[in-house]
């Protein structure tokens, strides 16, 4: 049989580390299943396989075969969360990879956030990436790579990126003389979680929204769809990757979803007397209705604890 190697983007890990020798016959599931022994990873629950190119990450069906799931030249296989649990890891490695895919959605303007924010975010994974007390010299060849910190829709902005290297440099002279000589593993993720507990952990899909009446399609509004543990949220794209909040449906409020190849709807309450229907075209609307069942069990259980 023929094997092949596959390179995936593991945080802390040497190259050979992320190097895996596998069968082409081998399916997504099984290479997944290897890195998490190989790594002695026992919870891997909602972690899966994604190829990631610059426009979006595509998921890797589990089922799919390690020959047809190989990256284009421009992309590279990676683990994502795919849905987030309510328990948060106690694995280094699984902190790291939540870390990483937190900080590519920031950074590709999918989180509404203020520039204080952004600030905040930026040192802290400046912090991580170059730990703490770095003297200046080392601190301005950092800023060399401002947009590994800082999202590129902001750097484009009137001013560049010397508006942000400044007060990039500022936050994270104050972060790093209140941090420890290792920094917190979890710091990024625990402070989105503190700015965003409603899209925190979101999976994005892009979408088209129709506009219904009388039966038919009057228009449809380009869209981006965030689906995590607490909402359906609707992002309105700014271009450039930013994204503007338009409107955050609690699951609790949602009274039920359904799906077919192409389109999902799901059917929320304003109030006691009105229903409203909200009908999503997207490629990956199956996953969405995926999404949505899993979260909404979380949610039974978590009530079920309380």
């Known amino acids: 049989m023929e094997e092949v190697v596959v390179h995936l983007c593991l945080p802390g890990c040497s190259p050979s580390q992320c190097e895996y020798r596998v069968q082409t016959s081998w399916t997504v599931e099984h290479l997944l299943a290897l890195i998490f022994e190989r790594n002695q990873i026992s919870d891997s629950v909602g972690f899966a396989l994604f190829q990631g190119t610059e426009e979006k990450d595509l998921l890797l069906r589990s089922e799919g075969l390690i020959s047809e799931s190989l990256p284009a030249p421009d992309g590279e296989i990676f683990i994502r969360r ?176 359904a799906a077919d190849q192409t389109a999902m709807m799901f059917i929320f309450t304003l109030d006691s007397k009105h229903e409203n229907r909200c009908i999503l075209e997207c490629e990956d609307a199956d996953e969405m209705v995926i999404l949505c069942n899993t979260y909404a069990q979380q949610l039974v259980e978590k009530d079920k604890l309380s």
């Open 82 to 257: 795919r849905y987030f649990p309510v328990e948060k890891p106690t694995h280094s490695l699984l902190l790291a990879l939540e870390s990483v895919q937190l900080h590519r959605d920031v950074l590709k303007g999918l989180y509404p956030l203020t520039a204080t924010h952004y600030l905040r975010l930026g040192a802290l994974s400046l912090l991580a990436a170059i730990g703490p007390g770095r003297p200046p010299e080392q601190l301005a060849e950092s800023m060399r790579s401002i947009s590994h910190y800082i999202p590129n829709h902001l750097l484009v902005q009137d001013g560049g990126t010397q508006a942000w290297e400044r007060p990039l440099a500022e936050e994270y002279r104050t972060l790093s003389a209140k941090a420890g000589p290792t920094p917190d593993p979890a710091a990024y993720r625990d402070e989105l979680e503190r700015m965003q507990p409603v899209l925190f952990g979101s999976s994005f899909f892009d979408a088209w929204e129709l506009g219904i009446q009388e039966g038919f399609i009057a228009c449809r509004t380009k869209v981006t769809v965030a689906i995590s543990r607490e909402a359906i949220s609707i992002l309105v794209p700014l271009g450039k990757g930013e994204h503007r909040l338009e409107r955050t449906h609690l699951l609790r409020e949602v009274t039920g979803w």
